[in-house]
């Protein structure tokens, strides 16, 4: 009888240790420790960034599987330049890393094998921001060697980078070190000693430490002056830097910036940014104040009069079954079918079916030229005359203030300026586009050309995530920005701007 052999399976595990310490002996580490979320959340997305597979998730200890050693040490090493850069000056919070490579069993469970009960043994002789590694993973990485010191035959460790090593912010060595570890001796690949930081290092050691608990504070204006200051020095930093503060920067926008639709509030009116393909029309009866609200009880509730949405690159119009009917320019347009939305067109609505008949309440749409070019709608109602007017004062009692509102479909990005393309107008006589907003997770706003651009009274250059309740100026043009919820929540439809 033969006995079936048990498989073996390289393994390659990662333990990230983020903890805050109570006392002067007590870590208190805890995921519902609310000062340690951000920085959960941080590691997290630099994790993001590499093949992996998480098998425990920050509680507050992190076990990581990868598949090759180098991206695993490049991944920590990436981990450790953001919160490190970030905890520089508080000691309160405690970052540990470990690394280990091993063979288990193929039936052993992810979290119950020697690989895994290793990197967590070694991790508790790791000091704050140092990486502790075994020795099969110390010899997986030949070019990286000469950063680390031995413990003992079976374990190295790689100090701090404010230690005495003079490790660049990026957990890694110059291109000089690297070719020293490949061909020279263990002293030869030992950078020089060093305890000196750069400036960058302690101006922005504090500064991203206290952006990141502003952040969570929602102090905005703060994360505002860390963000302009990050993008000053930018020209200035060395690329190990540059790294570490574009992470910070990408973080510090994800916690503040908006991802719902966005209200733009001009002169008092309001313009709702639905980064979208596609819209609904009709009559609001309760919140979420989402879609085109035309407050007429002529026309249809949302859901049941119309729909417009960009497919085969042009803007389409459906009628959902409204009771009134939909026309686009005077011509009925059919239950179910789709029909194009061509540059300044009238929506009507309100009218009736029986016969066919175009109604009184009017959606002006326009949009630019080209692929994804954003579409803007309106309410008219110059077309009535005062009489007209008073005989729809019954079912529109909300006529002047619906006709105040604004809003734009963005399958893609948002030009503000003058020019024909800009779905956002701004005063002036410059016929250019002066900015561009559009998602990437979050909404960000970018000067185009010369423009000047002064969020929460920082200038900035490049672009920006927006925050809620944020003032803005575009070319001395000032701009109140919010979510399109905060802002209803603030004027509930009917009671004014």
Known sequence: MTTKRDPRQLRIVVAISITRKTDDT???????????????????????????????????????????????FDCLSQVRTIITGLTRDNPDIQTRFSCHIGEVSGHSPPLENSVVWRSMEMIETAARDEIVV????????????????????????????????????????GDGDVGKAATGSAADTVPATSTDTSALDQEFGEILSGGIDAAAAGDVDFCYRILGAIENSMDAASPAE??????????????????EPVALILQNRPTFIHFAESIEIGRRVSAPYHGVHVGCRLVSQMGRQAKIEYRDNEYHLMDLGSTNGTFLDERHV?????????????????????????????????????????????????????AEVAGLAANWQSIHLDGAYRWILAPGDVLLGQSAQCAFKLPGENR???????????????????????????????????????DIVVNGVGIHVSTASTYFSRHPPGTGI
């Open 26 to 72: 007590t870590p208190a580490g805890s995921p519902d420790d609310v000062t340690l979320v951000p920085y959960f959340e941080l590691a997290r997305d630099c994790l993001g960034q590499f093949e992996n597979n998480i098998l425990l998730n920050f509680t507050p200890l992190a076990i990581i599987e990868f598949g090759s050693a180098v991206e695993a």
């Open 134 to 173: 075994s020795d099969t993973f110390y010899d997986a990485l030949v070019k990286y060697q000469g950063l680390f010191e031995k413990l003992d035959d079976r374990t190295f460790v790689m100090r701090s980078t404010s230690g005495a090593h003079g490790i660049d912010q990026s957990g890694r060595a």
């Open 242 to 259: 540059a790294v570490s503060l574009a992470g910070c920067r990408e973080n510090l926008e994800r916690l503040i910036g908006i991802s």
């Open 334 to 386: 059919e239950t179910g079918q789709w029909v194009v939305v061509p540059n300044r067109t009238v929506i009507s609505m309100g009218g009736g079916l029986n016969p066919p008949r175009p109604g009184p309440c009017f959606l002006a749409c326009s949009h630019g030229e080209g692929a994804r070019a954003a579409m803007a709608m309106a309410i008219e109602t110059r077309h009535l005359s005062p």
């Open 432 to 470: 250019t586009a002066v900015a561009r907003m559009y998602l990437d997770g979050r909404c960000y706003l970018e000067p185009l050309g010369d423009a000047e651009l002064i969020v929460a009274g920082i200038p900035f250059r490049k672009r920006v995530a927006l925050a809620d309740e944020t």
